[in-house]
């Protein structure tokens, strides 16, 4: 047998690793690379990197690189306080802006405008939680569930028509659009686990194909009357009125009740894969089928079953995000929630409380790329390559541990969790 | 000739690997020839010489056993750009198999080919490279007795021819029947360099550093009820062809039924379909006459069958889970451990804690995950979920197959003391010596047919021969005698 290094240890020499002191642990652990460290690595890369690109790409700066040789500070310090402007844009435009924040504190500003960053990275966040949740739950079961755009299209879908046509009185009408859209997305995850499960039909195809019929269905669905916002000659549909919008602080700020349903939903999450049998069958499928089957375990109505559960969390994805921030449907409604929820499940590495946090990030990212689009001129897109390269050095961990020199240890669980999903 | 001897995770792979270049040292240096050599890579090693087959064989499936042969040494026609040269690697491949006496077909696809023959593949493999030393990692692990007998005698021939071979197993016959000189390792040490002429359980004791039994200690049967009862049973393989093809057998409470036979006579189907895993084409099931067939493994597992299924590591355990998940993992939704609804962890702990001291399962926590264990702990965590509930049948499927001595030893004495407990026991295995320690009876299985069921005192030759589908031996027993034929002490009903 290969797993020598395995062998179970002596006893008493077990004990003296344990009698290392707590800050030598802690730093060896640091430096070896561990999925946290190689994950917080992997933003800082991705940074770098985006720094340079946003040198590249600025012309001003460029110019001064053509007398390096001659006058490097001058290039130097353009590149620095380019760079620097525009991640200090992000930050400010994300978590704190501390001109808005001592403008509150004077008196001279409101606390709304103090609030405002942190508003916006949760309202950007609050969707893409449920559908990293979905993606990720997904994948600890081995599905890769690629059909998280699609899903939380239908969950758009069907929160908003439940929401503006059935006129419920508030609460009720709120609790039923929500409800309405996880149904929805259960729905259509529920056929590709089903045909999955029946027939073995690849879900990452059927799932490609159920988001092209998602988008398709409601650029069409929009257009008929009853849905059609009759005042309008675009396509967009009738708003939801406001008893069925998550409530939010109102003003500037778009912070909605989805963001606290989101760390609830984390949290039943998170209790279901570890508590739960369900979670222990999905779990033990997703890691090894055959012995599932092997003790009993009905794989094909665990794959059904989680698919369905994925497919709720997208839908309810969407949900939020036609109930808390667009309150109408366009074609372009989702966004692009769900092929979003990919990357940030990928980033939270397949944990509840990983994918939420990723979820925040992403948030954050896009929150802050709107502020240093407006105020530095650097291209939202920037985000985007941002959010990317995150990705490939997650995806890449051995990429990452050359290049910081980290020790080769027991990280790269990924690798074989991703070839799982396939 | 040397083999080197060990238990399961004592090293013996890791040192290989290292002198196949597909590890480095950490300390220390590898001396070929009077040199110090470091070797970087697999291409290093081979350049000096040395050859490996490993014991999960390096093999494109879908590539011809010449294509395979090939790889890494690709002859080319016409510069670095050219064309693979087929008909020179074909020609070699001819030339290297019958040199050395291994007859290969080099336009044969691998995946068509059985395991042993793959091995001869990698056997040419190497040999194609102008080793001078081999290194066979366990072999015999995955072969017949036959193909373990006929690779045995081409490890001598290559021998005779001037390799020198380095063979690494935890099987004590083999190692005595054709090694030069016996090199045991234990946690990572050499304890000791033996000749061949070492008593088997002088060996065994030095590769767990203890005294152990080879021989299965036990007390006659006293069968009493007929628990499980099979009639006509017709089973397909994957590929739908006929893998059972009509078995009946008993097997009673307080016995022990060993089903001989080489591997992939059906009795992987067999046990597959009395465990709901694999569709009935016809025939019947009972345990204390209630049909299993239609029940769901699940049912099944439940209702007090124990089943110990034949490939640990792809049925057996999720290596990913921890032990503790691993000891529950078919008793999870049932109470004390849980419903069917949430787990108790801290009773699954509780029990895990239990288990794992009753069965001595060498871990460091019973959170540790079973990838981490050795193959022989990881055996024993399956043996312990199995046996930790009443049983009225307990199904073993080749219960020690890359299990240590030292743990063999530990399940072959918890199988026995389950069937002094009351149950009916059904042990399959394709070693013959464990069938003939462990059974009360024996049915030889082949081609998906029961040939006969002896007593374990029959000789090992008539066993064989049976084994291998000869029926017209001494006594000229018939085909298909009645179950119960020959066991000692059947005396009530």
């Given at each position: ?422 | 000739?040397?083999?080197?001897l060990g238990e399961n ?160 197993t935890h099987k004590l016959k083999e190692v005595k029947a054709?090694?030069?000189?016996i090199?045991v ?9 033996a000749?061949p002429d070492t008593p088997e359980d002088e060996l065994a004791a030095l590769m767990v550093g203890r005294d152990v039994s080879l021989e299965v200690v036990k ?39 060993g ?117 022989g ?22 219960p020690t197959r890359?299990v240590d001595v030292g743990s063999i030893e530990f399940i072959h004495n918890r199988i026995v ?10 042990v399959?295995s394709?070693e013959l010596d464990e069938v003939v320690g462990l059974a ?16 374990p005192?029959?000789?090992r ?33």
């Amino acid at each position: 047998m290969t797993t020598t290094e395995a062998a179970p240890p002596k006893e008493p020499k077990h004990r003296e690793q344990r009698r290392e002191s707590f800050l030598s642990v802690f730093l060896h652990n640091l430096w070896s690379a561990n999925t946290v460290v190689v994950t917080i690595l992997s933003i800082v890369l991705a940074m770098i990197i985006g720094g340079i690109l946003m040198i590249v790409s600025d012309a001003d700066v460029l110019k001064m690189f053509g007398y390096f040789t001659a006058r490097p500070s001058d290039a130097l310090n353009a590149s620095w306080t380019l760079v620097s402007t525009a991640y200090g844009d992000m930050l400010k435009g994300s978590i704190v802006d501390p001109a808005a924040m001592s403008a509150w504190f004077d008196g001279t500003g409101s606390w709304q405008a103090a609030f405002f960053p942190i508003s916006e990275t949760l309202t950007y966040a609050a969707p893409l939680v449920f559908t990293g949740l979905s993606v990720a739950i997904a994948f600890r079961g081995g599905l890769f569930n690629i059909g998280g755009q699609g899903q939380a299209v239908i969950g758009c879908i069907c929160s908003a028509v439940a929401g503006f046509s059935l006129g419920l009185p508030i609460v009720l009408n709120l609790i039923v659009a929500l409800l309405a859209g996880l149904i929805g997305g259960a729905i259509w995850g529920f056929i590709p686990g089903f045909l999955k499960a029946r027939t073995g039909a690849h879900e990452v195809i059927i799932t490609i194909m159920l988001n092209y019929t998602a988008g398709l269905f409601l650029t069409w669905l929009i257009l008929q009357s009853g849905v059609h916002d009759p005042q309008r000659s675009d396509a967009i549909s009738k708003a939801v009125p406001e008893s069925a919008q998550l409530p939010s602080f109102g003003g500037s700020l778009r912070v909605h009740l989805g963001i606290v349903l989101a760390v609830l939903v984390t949290a039943g999450i998170a209790w279901m894969l570890n508590r739960s049998a369900f979670g222990f069958e999905l779990r033990a499928v997703g890691a090894n089928p055959n012995a599932a089957r092997t003790a009993g375990i009905s794989v094909t109505k665990t794959y059904t079953l989680l698919m369905v559960v994925a497919g709720a969390l997208a839908g309810l994805g969407g949900a939020t995000q036609v109930l808390g921030t667009a309150y109408t449907l366009t074609p372009a409604v989702a966004g692009n929630i769900g092929f979003d929820g990919l990357l940030v499940a990928l980033l939270g590495r397949n944990r509840p409380w990983g994918t939420l946090f990723a979820a925040i990030l992403f948030g954050a990212l896009r929150a802050g790329g709107n502020r240093m689009q407006s105020y530095s001129g650097i291209s939202l897109e920037l985000v985007s390559v941002l959010q990317a390269l995150i990705v490939i050095f997650i995806a890449a961990p051995a990429l990452v541990k050359t290049i910081f020199h980290l020790r080769a240890a027991r990280s790269a669980r990924l690798g074989a969790s991703m070839a799982k999903g396939w | 000739m040397q083999a080197l001897l060990g238990e399961n995770g004592a090293g013996k792979s890791t040192l290989m690997n290292q002198l196949y270049g597909l590890l480095q040292p950490d300390e220390g240096h590898i001396v070929v020839d009077g040199e110090p050599r470091v070797f970087r890579s697999p291409r290093d090693a081979i350049a000096a010489g040395i050859g490996m087959v490993h014991q999960h064989f390096m093999l494109v499936p879908v590539f011809t056993v010449a294509e395979n042969i090939a790889l890494g040494a690709e002859k080319v026609r016409g510069g670095p750009l050219g064309v693979l040269d087929r008909r020179r690697a074909r020609r070699e491949v001819i030339e290297v198999s019958q040199r050395y006496g291994l007859p290969v077909d080099p336009d044969e696809l691998v995946e068509n080919l059985p395991v042993g023959v793959q091995q001869r593949v990698e056997i040419v493999k190497a040999l194609t490279r102008d080793v001078d030393l081999l290194i066979l990692d366990e072999p015999t692990a995955v072969l017949t007795p036959q193909e373990t007998d006929e690779l045995l005698s081409v490890m001598r021939g290559l021998a005779k021819t001037g390799k020198s071979i380095v063979f690494i197993t935890h099987k004590l016959k083999e190692v005595k029947a054709i090694a030069d000189r016996i090199t045991v390792i234990r946690r990572g040490r050499t304890v000791s360099t033996a000749s061949p002429d070492t008593p088997e359980d002088e060996l065994a004791a030095l590769m767990v550093g203890r005294d152990v039994s080879l021989e299965v200690v036990k007390t006659p049967a006293e069968p009493g009820r007929e628990v499980l009862k099979i009639a006509g049973l017709v089973v397909d393989d994957d590929r739908g062809v006929r893998a059972v093809d009509g078995v009946d057998l008993v097997v009673r409470a307080r016995e022990v039924l060993g089903i001989a036979g080489v591997q992939g006579n059906g009795q992987t189907e067999l046990v597959e379909a009395m465990m709901g895993l694999r569709p009935v084409r016809a025939g019947s099931i009972t345990v204390d006459n209630e049909p299993l067939i239609g029940m769901t493994t699940k049912e099944i597992l439940h209702s007090s069958i124990g089943y110990i299924p034949e490939d640990r590591s792809h049925d057996g355990v999720i290596r990913e889970f921890t032990v503790a998940e691993n000891l529950v993992l078919d008793m999870y939704d049932r109470p004390p451990y849980g419903n069917a609804f949430r787990l108790d962890p801290a009773a699954i702990n509780k029990a895990a804690r239990e288990r794992v001291r009753q069965f001595d399962i060498r871990t460091s926590s019973s959170e540790a995950t079973v990838a981490t264990l050795s193959g022989g702990n990881q055996q024993k965590v399956v043996v312990a979920r199995e046996l930790s509930r009443p049983l009225r049948l307990f199904v073993a499927s080749q219960p020690t197959r890359g299990v240590d001595v030292g743990s063999i030893e530990f399940i072959h004495n918890r199988i026995v003391e389950e069937r002094d407990s009351g149950t009916a026991v059904l042990v399959v295995s394709s070693e013959l010596d464990e069938v003939v320690g462990l059974a009360d009876r024996i049915a030889v299985m082949y081609r998906g047919r029961i040939l006969a069921t002896v007593s374990p005192d029959t000789p090992r030759e008539e066993i064989g021969l049976l084994m291998a589908g000869i029926t017209n031996g001494s006594g000229g027993s018939p085909p298909k005698p009645a179950a119960g034929d020959g066991v000692p002490g059947e005396g009530e009903q």
